[in-house]
Every structure is written in structure tokens, then in C-alpha cells.
């Protein structure tokens, strides 16, 4: 067991728990932040996705003492009022189903479009597909998502 | 509200508008109100005219829901009915589950069945709290009835202009008669149903306040995971958890029915303690099977054993030039929705509380009755409560958000788990499997195997039409929608040990794709178009009609790019019409990309445009998974695959563009959550059929073409 502290969502949270103990379980079990997802336990899925300084990681398979000090981001503090353009975009675009996903899907689209708005360049399909890859969809969304992000893009073009 | 009885049954007539037929008169059974003083809330409802719904003094109306949301869209598409009747503005709508009450009768959500069931009830129940506020108003402003109408959430009176809201006149028709008839819209009339109304249940999934029954956090709550026996209806023997209990957090360990469980402070405590236990395991009498043997019984039972289910002509009459035989099969699938198998459960002296993503609370309360008590306590709880008037019942389900359903929810075996190791904790415990026990343990969609036997005659029309089916479980077949002169179809039930259930679309799953692709095989022995030859040979207008639509946009007949194939094909299914023409290319190694799926549908009237849109573009992707990924297999009894990495689901990258078009007509609505699913794989292996000359005969098609 160790005891460290948790930077999430601009809060401090102190943690004790098992050295192993990923991050997920102690977002969900340990703090209630029960929006981001078990899916596999394996890294296969992405259900479980947040930011660690702003990178997309999959917090199943991520010790969450690895990651004391650091700025985590999970989908409840993306935005403060779902007015991230992802969140605005996935709402216009009536994207989720079942939803259960959603979390990962726009964690990690979030993530590819602050990269890629630092390099101002329009998103490829083709990088759409190898970033969201990593994020699975058991009900059918893809072809919204690829849609969603391509309206969150132009809503951040918009906002900038 | 309060003192409505439990056991009062009303009855209303429904008088449907012309397009319906005239003189048809439905009657609806309403029971009691879902009346809030119940849960100790007093909020502003003076009007609740039926089961329902419930209007407050804000002019706030609330759909009572009784369909659990798997992202199929029904929390927000049965509000859309009622709310067209009622006239109501679309942002006054606010939804609640209902209770567990007889007015709602069995709560089950499957077989695509919610509108069909839904249909004439809400519309019903929407006309009748319209009519009793247009009664309100008419009777404040001393006018007739017939002079007033409801609009935007408000009754106007057409000669003065005079108006006042839903809000103002509620308590007055609160206090009205319940009125015996009431006349519905007819369909050109409709301002809500058929346009995309934004889901209610969105807002809160792009936010993570959406609530599954994986999030269910409960003060003093524990969390348990569950162990099976690796081999299918296996047990445990006997159990070493020395181990187990030495990791910090381990609250305890306990045999329950089928599974060992272990309970502690949190999930992956839970869960790196079920890891090491040591547990002998019973393996009973299936550690022998594998999907081999059961292919064999399959096979055996298609050729020896298959009941006749549907005959015309004679299949054996003169007249064949010539005969093509085959053989189709198809794997055991798994669910895999994308939150695993779990449900949480409090059992004390008060009762047994649980909520379950499930998608059947009434299932869900029936098990939890059968496994959360000692038939003894359970009665003594029913009659206690009866004696003291108690509004709860021993059992009280929540049904939460669903992860996905796909048919996997509608059985209960993870809310039996979850009241056995409640019983014994005496505090709330939230039960979740791992990815690998929910892809092990699943109720698969069953493994079948098809013979089928075609022939033309010497023009190259269809002369005979012989499908044989043998499924593990429960063998059943759609009807054979061809006019072929001579036809047969033949069923075998297998008897088997795995588990199966209804998986999305069931049945017309394998039917669809064994009829839909041997249908390409038999037009190519006759040297005939398969779009043309299926016009010829269906006798459904709608079917020809969605048929047509789909080849049209996808430009069948005209040329495609290099490289580029479509096939077709096309289903009936809960009572929605689907086409589908798959369009491929073909690389330089032979390999298969999809690059575009047009779907042509005809479900009657369209309650959500968008919605049905999504449910088309779902339905393909599940479609896509299952003619492209891997199966499950069985060896040695046990269930082969573990987790994504192994039992992968379509990616991103290998989403094709999806078309919807929508036929438009007044027929009555039909189910749209899964009749999109059983066209894609046949429309996928003719148009690798076409591309190749090789007929794709079993599912995962990655498991190469048979010649």
C-alpha cells in the first residue's frame, strides 16, 4: 500500500492504495469519478481513456502511483459545462448510442485535436483512423465520430 | 393521488384515424398511477391522467419510460409518440423510468418490439390528457370543446385567439372525468414524429454523468468479481483462498450457485484476488466438447434429422437442368457490449434493492426473488408488507443505463449472482465481471450449419429451393420470400451444452444469410442477374421496393470503379424491410476492403429520422463484426477466446461510408434496432461471390472462401 496524492481535474486528491492499482479503479472505486470506463482491463478497448499532461492514456493498464503530481484529465473535467467543442460536436451530430464508449471516444479525439490544432493542419482520415484505432465501438458510432471530429475542428478553427 | 387503489383497472377506447382503417377502436388498459407520494416526493404534478404521464403546474410533462436504453433510442422515441398526441413542445419533455407496476405489465425490452408494442398505447395516453385540457379550457372560457385545439403546448380557442398553457390548466383537468374516447392524428397531421428530435439521453453521455449499472455508488458499498468454470457448466469442487485473502482490500470469498465470488473494498482488489484462487473445478460432462464435434452433430442432424417447417410443390418434381448443392455455416458470436456483465444488490432485513443494467427489470425482480431469499423469508417479507399496507415491494429493481444490450441483458444470470452474495453481506455490493468471464459465459448467438440444395430449370429460373437448418438450441427459420415453384425448409434443434440466446436479430441472422447467399449461387447457375431475378421471384411489394431503392444508389448494373464488386441483399425482419448492397474493392493481394454499404429501409411510419439512421448504421457495424472478425470456439469445453485481442469487433479504420435511404409511407412503425443486421453479411459474400467466383459459405469470411 502507498500513499501519494492525485492531481484530477485541477483538484488534489489524497490516495492510499495497492502500488499496482490502476489508475482507473482508483478514478472510479476509490474517488466516484465513475465516468471514465472499464471495458477489458487490457488496454484493448479505450473505455478507459483520460490525459495525463494532456497526452490520451489508457488509465486500465496504467499504475496510478506512476502518475502522482501529474495533470490528470478525465471526461468530468473536460469542460466545465460539456462546452468542449468535442462534447458540442458529439451533442450536434447525436452521436452516442449506448454511450458507454463516449468517455474514450472523446477523450481521445479531444487529445488528437489540441496536437492538431497546434499544428493548424486540416485532420486526415487516415489520421482519424490510426488515433481512434485505439477506442471501440460496440454499437456503430465510427462513422459520426469521424463526422464529429471533423465539426469539432472547425468549431475550434471557429473559437480560436 | 393518494389513495388510488393498487388493483383499479381502467379501460379507454382509441379510436384511430381514417388511415388506419375505419371503425377500428383499440382498447387500453390503464392501471394505477405511478403517483410520486410514493417515494415521499412532493413535487408539482396535479395532472396525471394515466399511467403514463404526469403534468406539473410548470407545465413540465413526464413520460414514464418503460423500456430500459441500450442506445436504441427508446427513452426518447416513446416520449415522441405521446408527445405528437399531446401537443406538447418538445423541450417540455422530461422522462422517468417507471416503476415496477402492474400498469406496466411484463417489462422486457427486446426483439425490436418497443414501438410496435408502444405504439397505440402512448399515442393513446398522449390524446388523452390533450383532450381533458382542451375540456379544461373550454370549460374556463364557457366555449364547446370542438372550437379549441391543442398546439405548443398550449389549448387555443380558434375564434377568439384566446390561449392558455398546459401549466395553467393542468390542475383544472385534473379534476375532469376521464374521458372513454379519444380520436388520434392521422399521419399528415404529425409535427414530431418523423423529424430527428435531439435524444434525450445524450447529453449526459458526452459528460460522464450518464449512469450505468457499472457506476452504481451506494454508501458502505463493496465490489465483487465472479469466477467460472472454464468448462461450460462446470463447478466448483473445492476452493483454496489463502491466497486470495491476502491481498489487502479482500473482504471475503463465497461459492454461490455457478460461480466462486470474491468481495472486497474495490473492483481491481476484487479482481487481482480472483486471479489466485486456487479452485478444483467439477467439469462435468462437457470437457470434451469443441466447435469440430458440434459442427459434426450439426451436419449430421441438417441431412438426418430436420422437421419439415415450410413446404410447396415438390422439391424432387421433373424439370431440373441443373442442380448446385452447399453447405453454410455459421459460428457460435458472443455480445460483447462494451460495459461487461454487472449489477449491484443490497439485501436486508427491509428487502432486496437492485439495479441492473438489464433489459428486463421484470426478469431482473423475478430473480432476485428466486435467489435473494429463503423461500420462507421471502414470504414472510410479502405478507409483512401486505399487513402493513408498504409501498415497496419485498424486491425493488432500478434499471440503470444500459453498456449495450444486444440481447445479452435480457437474461439475468449476473443479477442472480449479485442477490446470492448480497445475502450474504448484509451491505450493498457492486458485482462486475472481467472482459474474459463475460466473453466466456456468454449466451451465444448459436452455431448453425445449413444444407442447401438448389436446381434450375433449362431457361435458368428457380425450379427447386431445399434449406435444411440445424442450430445448437432452438432451430427457427423467417419464410422464404421467393416464389420458387418447388421449396422446402427444415429445421433441427441440436441439443447442446453451450449456452445460446438471442443475439441482435437472432434467427434472421444465419436464415438471412444462408437463403440471401445461396439465392446469388442459384441465379449464377442459371446464368441470371441476381437484382433482376430476385424481382422476379418476390412476391412483397414493400421488398421489391426496398430492393430496388438499394441497387438504384448504388448504382447497380452500371459501372463501378476498378477493382470495385456490390452485392445485394435483402430481409424482412420484426417487421421492417431491409435492403442492403455492399460494395467492395479488391486489392493487389486479393484482400477485401468494404468500401461503401448502401441501406434501403421500409419500417412504416418513422418515429426518429436520425434514430433510424443510427440503428441502420449500428446495425451494419455489428453485421460487419460478425462476417469479418473471429468467432467463438470451443475446445476441451471451454470457450477459446479471452478479450478484444483475441474476439476483436470492427475499428475505425474499417468503417465503410454507410447511405441510408428511407422508404416513406403510413404503414404502422415497425422495430428498427435490428432488421439492418441479417442483409449485410449475404450482401457482403455476393459481392465477394461476384468479385471472385468463389461463394463465401461460412461466417468469419476470414476464415477464407470455400469453392
Known amino acids: 500500500m502507498a500513499q501519494f496524492t492525485l ?107 489540441e496536437q492538431n490544432q497546434s499544428t493548424n493542419s486540416n485532420i486526415s482520415d487516415k489520421t482519424i483512423d490510426t488515433t481512434m484505432n485505439q477506442v471501440l465501438c460496440r454499437c456503430g458510432t465510427y462513422q459520426r465520430i469521424r463526422a464529429g471530429i471533423q465539426l469539432a475542428a472547425k468549431m475550434m478553427k471557429e473559437d480560436s | 393521488m393518494s389513495d388510488i387503489k393498487l388493483d383499479r383497472r381502467r379501460f379507454l377506447k382509441v379510436s384511430a384515424a381514417s388511415v388506419f382503417g375505419t371503425g377500428l377502436v383499440l382498447a387500453i388498459k390503464w392501471d394505477e398511477l405511478p403517483a410520486d407520494n410514493k417515494n415521499g416526493l412532493k413535487n408539482a ?48 419533455i422530461a422522462i422517468q423510468r417507471a416503476p415496477l407496476k402492474p400498469a406496466y405489465g411484463y417489462q422486457a425490452t427486446g426483439g425490436s418490439s418497443s414501438i410496435r408494442k408502444g405504439w397505440a398505447t402512448l399515442r393513446g395516453a398522449g390524446a388523452m390528457a390533450r383532450q381533458m385540457l382542451i375540456q379544461a379550457a373550454a370549460q374556463q372560457w364557457s366555449v364547446k370543446p370542438a372550437e379549441c385545439y391543442a398546439e405548443n403546448s398550449q389549448v387555443l380557442h380558434k375564434q377568439t385567439g384566446k390561449q392558455q398553457s398546459f401549466a395553467q390548466l393542468a390542475a383544472l383537468a385534473a379534476k375532469l372525468p376521464i374521458p372513454e374516447n379519444v380520436s388520434l392524428k392521422s399521419p399528415n397531421e404529425y409535427k414530431i414524429l418523423g423529424t430527428s428530435v435531439p435524444r434525450l ?118 424439370g431440373a437442368a441443373k442442380t448446385i448443392n452447399a453447405h453454410y455455416d455459421m459460428p457460435f458470436q458472443a455480445h460483447v457490449p462494451m460495459e461487461p456483465m454487472n449489477c449491484t444488490a443490497l439485501v436486508n432485513d427491509q428487502g432486496c434493492e437492485v439495479w441492473a443494467p438489464t433489459q428486463s427489470p421484470t426478469g431482473a425482480k423475478n430473480t432476485a426473488e428466486k435467489y435473494g431469499f429463503s423461500k420462507f423469508s421471502y414470504y414472510l417479507g410479502k405478507v409483512s408488507r401486505r399487513l402493513n399496507f408498504a409501498e415497496r415491494d419485498v424486491v425493488d429493481v432500478h434499471t440503470t443505463l444500459l453498456g449495450g444490450g444486444f440481447g445479452r441483458r435480457i437474461q439475468q444470470d449476473y443479477v442472480a449472482e449479485a442477490v446470492q452474495i448480497a445475502r450474504q453481506l448484509k451491505q450493498p455490493v457492486n458485482l462486475t465481471w472481467t472482459r474474459e468471464e463475460d466473453i466466456q459465459h456468454d449466451f451465444y448467438h448459436p452455431y448453425t450449419f445449413h444444407v442447401m440444395q438448389g436446381s434450375v430449370d433449362a431457361n435458368g429460373k428457380p425450379h427447386s429451393w431445399w434449406h435444411r437448418i440445424a442450430a445448437v438450441g432452438q432451430a427457427s427459420a423467417a419464410q422464404l420470400p421467393y416464389a420458387i415453384p418447388n421449396s422446402k ?79 445485394l441483399a435483402v430481409h424482412k425482419s420484426f417487421g421492417t424491410y431491409v435492403a442492403e448492397a455492399v460494395e467492395i474493392a479488391l486489392d493487389d493481394q486479393g484482400l477485401v476492403n468494404v468500401v461503401r454499404v448502401v441501406v434501403a429501409v421500409d419500417c412504416g411510419i418513422v418515429i426518429n429520422r436520425d434514430t433510424l439512421l443510427a440503428q441502420m448504421e449500428g446495425s451494419v457495424v455489428f453485421g460487419l463484426s460478425a462476417a469479418l472478425k473471429s468467432p467463438i470456439t470451443i475446445k476441451d469445453g471451454r470457450v477459446q477466446q479471452n478479450n478484444f485481442y483475441d474476439y476483436p469487433i470492427l475499428k475505425m479504420s474499417e468503417m465503410p461510408r454507410v447511405d441510408t435511404f428511407i422508404v416513406k409511407n403510413n404503414e404502422s412503425p415497425q422495430g428498427i434496432g435490428e432488421p439492418a443486421v441479417p442483409p449485410l453479411a449475404p450482401a457482403l459474400a455476393n459481392a465477394i461471390f461476384a468479385a471472385t467466383g468463389s461463394a463465401v459459405r461460412s461466417l468469419p469470411f476470414s476464415q477464407g472462401a470455400s469453392g
Open chain 1, 7 to 113: 492531481r484530477i481535474n485541477g483538484q488534489d486528491h489524497r490516495i492510499d492504495a495497492a502500488n499496482d492499482m490502476p489508475l482507473l479503479w482508483v478514478l472510479r472505486d476509490k474517488l466516484n469519478l465513475t465516468g471514465t470506463k472499464f471495458g477489458c482491463g487490457v488496454g484493448t478497448c479505450g473505455a478507459c481513456m483520460v490525459h495525463v499532461e494532456g497526452e490520451p492514456v489508457h488509465s486500465c493498464t496504467l499504475p496510478a502511483i506512476a502518475v502522482k503530481g501529474k495533470n490528470i484529465t478525465t471526461i468530468e473535467g473536460l469542460s466545465a459545462d460539456s462546452r468542449h467543442a468535442v462534447q458540442r460536436a458529439w451533442v450536434a451530430l447525436q452521436i452516442p448510442q449506448c454511450g458507454y464508449c463516449q468517455s474514450g471516444q472523446i477523450m481521445t479525439a479531444a487529445a488528437l485535436l
Open chain 2, 45 to 92: 404534478s396535479p395532472f396525471q391522467p394515466n399511467a403514463w404521464l404526469k403534468i406539473g403546474s410548470d407545465g413540465r410533462v413526464t413520460v414514464f419510460v418503460v423500456e430500459s436504453e441500450m442506445g436504441q433510442g427508446s427513452s426518447s422515441l416513446m416520449p415522441m409518440i405521446l408527445a405528437e398526441e399531446l401537443e406538447v413542445a418538445w423541450d417540455d
Open chain 2, 201 to 318: 439521453d445524450i447529453p449526459g453521455k458526452v459528460n460522464g454523468s450518464a449512469q450505468f449499472g457499472i457506476d452504481v455508488r451506494l454508501p458502505n458499498m463493496l465490489f465483487a468479481t465472479t469466477v467460472h468454470c472454464p468448462v461450460i457448466g462446470g463447478k466448483a469442487k473445492k476452493i483454496n483462498d489463502r491466497k486470495a485473502k491476502q491481498i489487502a482490500g479482500v473482504e471475503g470469498v463465497y461459492k454461490i450457485d455457478n460461480a466462486v465470488a470474491v468481495v472486497a473494498e474495490d473492483t481491481w482488489s476484487a479482481m487481482q484476488a480472483a486471479k489466485v484462487l486456487e479452485i478444483e473445478w467439477d467439469e462435468g460432462a462437457n470437457k470434451n466438447l469443441s466447435s469440430q464435434h458440434i459442427k459434426k452433430q450439426l451436419e449430421n442432424a441438417a441431412n438426418n434429422h430436420a422437421q419439415v417447417k415450410f413446404q410447396q410443390g415438390d422439391i424432387g418434381s421433373p
Open chain 2, 489 to 567: 425448409i427444415d429445421l433441427a434443434s441440436v441439443d447442446i451444452a453451450v449456452p445460446t440466446g438471442p443475439w441482435r436479430s437472432v434467427k434472421h441472422h444465419y436464415y438471412a444469410f444462408a437463403q440471401e447467399t445461396f439465392f446469388d449461387e442459384l441465379a449464377a447457375l442459371g446464368k441470371q442477374d441476381p437484382l433482376q431475378l430476385r424481382l422476379e421471384l418476390l412476391t412483397d411489394p414493400r421488398m421489391k421496393k426496398v430492393l430496388q431503392l438499394a441497387a438504384d444508389k448504388a448504382q447497380w448494373g452500371k459501372p463501378l470503379a476498378e477493382g470495385h464488386f456490390l452485392g
